[in-house]
T-cell receptor
Framework: GENVEQHPSTLSVQEGDSAVIKCTYSDSASNYFPWYKQELGKRPQLIIDIRSNVGEKKDQRIAVTLNKTAKHFSLHITETQPEDSAVYFCAANPGSNYQLIWGAGTKLIIKP | NAGVTQTPKFRVLKTGQSMTLLCAQDMNHEYMYWYRQDPGMGLRLIHYSVGEGTTAKGEVPDGYNVSRLKKQNFLLGLESAAPSQTSVYFC????????????FGPGTRLTVT
């Protein structure tokens, strides 16, 4: 079955710098790759997603890139701000289509 | 729209007690899920449903049962609670197949003593 690995587990960056979180997946049939943000004590919420027919997608300060050949996708956050501090989860939708396979999460810390 | 709601928000159980967690969604979504999230950990799928009257096991189903008698509701039952079931439980719903956003409820914080 599908397996999603996420790195790093913790990432600390200076406010204003960029942050990059990477995920790899194993099932070449996976076709949908969302990223969720979970603030402390809150529910996970979708921040951006990408489908397998697209290589890159941007939404203001966040972007996601997908490399289908290498089976990896990444979240890029530019000009980081204190409110970006959270846990970020990547996920992949395998060919079965009815569930998401989740990465283990990355705790992003923004240093003032 | 309320989205996905969960009842209760907090609960403390003694070992061996039973309880039911209720999840409700008003988005007419076909798919519904129950996850557990232990402190500092990721999301683990307990059970899921792809439609009214259907349920299936996820990654960690032992000790839990579910029912989906109505499309908008998904119930998670603990028959005999154990301390290892202390966790935050999230319900989620999704429109259907083809890769869509999963919408999460606010979570239920369960402590088993």
């Amino acid at each position: 079955g599908e397996n999603v690995e996420q790195h790093p587990s913790t990432l600390s960056v200076q406010e204003g710098d960029s942050a990059v979180i990477k995920c790899t997946y194993s099932d070449s049939a996976s076709n949908y790759f969302p990223w969720y943000k979970q603030e402390l004590g809150k529910r996970p919420q979708l921040i951006i997603d990408i489908r397998s027919n697209v290589g890159e997608k941007k939404d203001q300060r966040i972007a996601v890139t997908l490399n289908k050949t290498a089976k990896h996708f990444s979240l890029h956050i530019t000009e980081t701000q204190p409110e970006d501090s959270a846990v970020y989860f990547c996920a992949a939708n395998p060919g079965s289509n009815y569930q998401l396979i989740w990465g283990a999460g990355t705790k992003l810390i923004i240093k003032p | 729209n309320a989205g996905v709601t969960q009842t209760p928000k907090f609960r403390v159980l003694k070992t061996g007690q039973s309880m039911t967690l209720l999840c409700a969604q008003d988005m007419n979504h076909e798919y519904m899920y129950w996850y557990r999230q232990d402190p500092g950990m990721g999301l683990r799928l307990i059970h899921y449903s792809v439609g009214e009257g259907t349920t299936a096991k996820g990654e960690v189903p032992d000790g839990y049962n579910v029912s989906r008698l109505k499309k908008q509701n998904f119930l998670l039952g603990l028959e005999s609670a154990a301390p290892s079931q202390t966790s935050v439980y999230f319900c989620a719903s999704m429109r259907g197949a083809g890769g869509h956003e999963q919408y999460f409820g606010p979570g239920t914080r369960l402590t088993v003593t």
